[in-house]
C-alpha cells in the first residue's frame, strides 16, 4: 500500500520543487527524501529532478540578501542543508548525476561564509555530500580541506566534528588527509579527552611507512605525556601493532617497545607482552642489544610490570649475551652476573611487584643457574625462599626447580636451554570493515594484529586484538535413516534433505568478569545473533554500549540493548540480523564500553571469528 501510494505522489512531488514558497520546498524536499529511504526504487525517479534542485540550490547561493530568508548571513540555510542531503541521496553510486553536481558542490564550499556557525553547518553538509557521490578528485580534496580549517576553529564542537568526519572518510583520500596531520597532532594537546581521541585515532590511520617515525614518535610523546589514563591501553596496544607492521628497522622497533612498556605502565595489556616476546625471540641479531637495554630499563623501574615481565623473560633467554660484554649495537654496557642476580632477587622478594612479575622472575632465575657460571648456588638459594610461599605457584614452581637441582641436576642445561624460535603467521591483506565508532557506511581502518589473518585492525584503533579462532564443524547427521526420514515427514520437507542442525552458541567475550554469549539461529536467509551479556562481578554494571562491525560485504543490523545497567549476576540481550548474500567467511568486531561501580573500566575489543563455516 505504501508503495502504491509513492507511485501515485511521485509526480505531485516533482511538481512542488518548481514553487517558489521556501516552506514547500523544504517539506517537499524532505518528503522526497523519506520516500527515497522507504523505498529505493524511487530514487530512479527523483534523479530526473537532479537539475531543477541544483537549480534552486545555486539560486540561493547566489541570491542576495533576503530578510526573509536571510540566518547571519546565509540565505535559508535549513533548505540548503535538506537539499544537498537529498542531492547526496540521488548521487550515490551514479557517476553522471555526481558529475551533474560538481560544479554547483564547488560553488558552495567556496562561496558559503564561515564566520558563523550557520555557514559551517552547510559546509559540513556539503562535505558530507562530496564523500557520498563519486565527486570529482579535486571535489574531494577541497572537502577535507575544508575539515582542515574546521581543526583550526576556536569551537570543540566544531573541531570535534572535523576530526569524526576525517576520520570516517580518510579512506577515500589518504593522501589529501596526511596534508593536515600536522593539524590533528596539535589536536592531542587538547584537554577535551573526546578530540584527544578521535584525533589519536586518525593518527593510527594515517600511519605508512613513509611517516612512522614521526608520527609514531609523536604518539609515543602523547603517551609519556598528556594522553588520558583511558586512552593508554588502546593507545600502547595500537602502537606496538603499528611498529611492528611499519617499522624501518628492526633498531626502531626495538627502541619503540622499549619507550611503551616505559611509560605505558600498567595499562600495557597481556596480549602487548606476548606479542613482544614473539618479536624478540624473532630477531637473534638483536639479542644482546635488546637484553641489555631492557636490563638498564628494569634496573631504573621495577614498577611497570609489562616492562618487569617482558625483562626478565629476556633476561632469563639470552641472560649469557648481558654479561658477555659490549654488544655490536648501542653503546658498551658492562654488567656483572652478581648485578642482574640481585636485580632479580629483588624483584622476586620484594613487594613492589605483582605475582605474575614474581613467575617470570623466578623462572629467569632458574633459566639464568646454567647461563652464569659463578652464581647458581646463590640463585638455588633464592629459589629455595619460596617453598613455604603463601602464594601456591610460586611455591609449585620452587619446589619443582628444587626438585631438578637435587635430582636431576644433570639434566638441567638441556631442561633449560632457550625457547625456540616459533615464526609468526604470514600476514594477509585483511579485509575492511565498518567502524564501531558510526553507523555511516564509511569505512574506518582499523589496525591488522600481527598475528590476524584476514579481519581489521582501531584501532589502529584501537587496539584489542585477538587471531582467528579455527570454525568449529558442523555436527555430523544422524547415521540412522530410518529416523532421518521420519523426522523429515513429520516436518513435512523431502525425506531426501537433511534436518538444519542446532548452531552452538559461540563465546565471544569473557574478559574483566564479564561473559557476552551469542546465541545463533536462522531467520529465514538471515542469521538472527541474541548477545547475552552477563556481569558476572559483584559491583553493578552502568552505562552499558555494546556496539558491532563486520566486513563491507555483509549487512548488520544491530537493536538496542534491552537495559543500559548490568546487576550483579544479571543478564542484558541485544539483538543482531547478519545478511551475508556473498556467503563471504564471517568475521566480527565488538566493542564494548560500561562503568563499574560508577568508574569508566577498560574498553573491551575483541575478533570473533569462530561462527560456524555455514554462516
Not at 629476556?314 to 636485580?343: F, H, N, R
Request: net charge negative.
Amino acid at each position: 500500500a505504501v508503495v502504491s501510494t509513492q507511485s501515485t505522489g511521485i509526480p505531485l512531488t516533482k511538481a512542488l520543487i518548481n514553487e517558489r514558497n521556501h516552506g514547500v520546498l523544504l517539506t517537499s524536499v524532505i518528503l522526497i527524501r523519506e520516500m527515497c529511504d522507504i523505498n529505493p526504487d524511487c530514487i530512479i525517479h527523483f534523479k530526473k529532478c537532479i537539475f531543477n534542485l541544483l537549480r534552486v540550490l545555486k539560486n540561493l547561493i547566489m541570491a542576495g540578501y533576503s530578510p526573509e530568508h536571510d540566518v547571519a548571513g546565509c540565505s535559508d540555510p535549513f533548505l540548503q542543508v535538506q537539499l544537498l542531503r537529498l542531492l547526496a541521496v540521488l548521487g550515490k553510486s551514479d557517476a553522471d548525476a555526481s558529475e551533474q553536481m560538481n560544479d554547483i558542490l564547488a560553488q558552495v564550499a567556496t562561496n558559503t561564509e564561515t564566520s558563523k556557525n550557520v555557514g559551517n553547518a552547510i559546509l559540513y553538509q556539503t562535505v558530507l555530500t562530496i564523500m557520498d557521490i563519486d565527486a570529482e578528485s579535486g571535489l574531494r580534496v577541497l572537502a577535507i580541506n575544508i575539515l582542515g580549517r574546521f581543526l583550526l576553529n576556536s569551537d570543540k564542537n566544531i573541531r570535534y566534528v572535523a576530526l569524526n568526519t576525517l576520520l570516517r572518510t580518510v579512506h577515500i583520500d589518504k593522501a589529501a588527509v596526511q596534508r593536515h596531520r600536522n593539524t590533528i597532532i596539535e589536536c592531542l594537546s587538547d584537554v577535551d579527552i573526546s578530540i584527544k581521541k578521535r584525533a589519536m585515532e586518525l593518527l593510527f590511520a594515517l600511519v605508512n611507512e613513509t611517516n612512522v617515525r614521526s608520527v609514531i614518535g609523536e604518539l609515543v610523546n602523547f603517551l609519556s605525556s598528556s594522553a588520558p589514563p583511558e586512552l593508554k591501553a588502546q593507545l600502547t596496544s595500537t602502537i606496538i601493532l603499528l611498529s611492528d607492521k611499519y617499522a624501518p628497522t628492526k633498531r626502531w622497533y626495538m627502541d619503540t617497545v622499549l619507550k611503551v612498556l616505559i611509560h605505558g605502565g600498567h595499562y600495557v595489556r597481556d596480549d602487548v607482552v606476548n606479542s613482544v616476546t614473539q618479536s624478540i625471540s624473532e630477531s637473534p641479531e638483536m639479542y644482546a642489544f635488546i637484553v641489555q637495554k631492557l636490563f638498564l630499563a628494569l634496573r631504573d623501574d621495577i614498577a611497570q610490570q609489562p616492562l618487569v615481565q617482558v625483562a626478565t623473560w629476556a633476561i632469563g633467554e639470552y641472560g649469557e649475551l648481558l654479561v658477555a660484554g659490549p654488544c655490536d649495537i648501542g653503546e658498551p654496557v658492562e654488567v656483572s652476573e652478581k648485578e642482574v642476580v640481585d636485580t632479580l632477587e629483588h624483584i622476586v622478594t620484594g613487594s613492589v611487584c605483582s605475582k605474575v612479575s614474581k613467575y617470570y622472575t623466578l623462572n629467569a632465575l632458574m633459566k639464568l643457574s646454567t647461563r652464569f657460571k659463578t652464581d647458581a648456588d646463590r640463585i638455588q638459594k633464592i629459589i629455595g625462599y619460596f617453598t613455604i610461599s603463601t602464594n601456591v605457584e610460586l611455591q609449585q614452581r620452587s619446589v619443582e626447580y628444587r626438585t631438578i637441582f637435587k635430582q636431576y641436576d644433570g639434566m638441567r642445561p638441556a631442561l633449560l636451554e632457550r625457547m625456540p624460535v616459533t615464526a609468526a603467521p604470514e600476514k594477509q591483506q585483511p579485509e575492511k570493515t565498518e567502524t564501531l565508532l558510526d553507523s555511516a557506511p564509511a569505512a574506518q581502518p582499523i589496525v591488522q594484529e600481527k598475528e590476524e589473518t584476514q579481519q581489521d585492525s582501531l584501532l589502529n584503533l584501537i587496539g584489542g586484538l585477538v587471531g582467528d579462532a579455527p570454525a568449529p564443524q558442523p555436527p555430523a547427521p544422524s547415521s540412522t535413516a530410518a529416523n532421518n526420514d521420519l523426522l523429515m515427514d513429520l516436518l513435512g520437507l523431502d525425506s531426501g534433505s537433511e534436518p538444519t542442525p542446532a548452531i552452538p552458541p559461540v563465546t565471544a567475550v569473557n574478559k574483566q568478569g564479564l561473559l557476552v554469549t551469542f546465541n545463533l539461529s536462522r531467520d529465514n536467509d538471515k542469521l538472527k545473533i541474541v548477545a547475552e551479556s552477563r556481569n558476572n562481578t559483584t559491583t553493578p554494571i552502568t552505562n552499558y554500549v555494546f556496539q558491532a562491525a563486520v566486513p563491507r560485504s555483509i549487512q548488520i543490523a544491530l537493536s538496542a540493548a534491552s537495559s543500559s545497567t548490568i546487576a550483579p549476576n544479571g543478564t542484558v540481550h541485544q539483538e543482531m540480523m547478519i545478511n551475508n548474500p556473498s556467503k563471504a567467511t564471517l568475521k566480527m568486531r565488538v566493542k564494548i564500553s560500561y562503568s563499574s561501580g560508577g568508574v569508566p573500566a577498560p574498553e573491551i575489543q575483541e575478533t570473533v571469528g569462530s561462527f560456524p563455516v555455514s554462516y
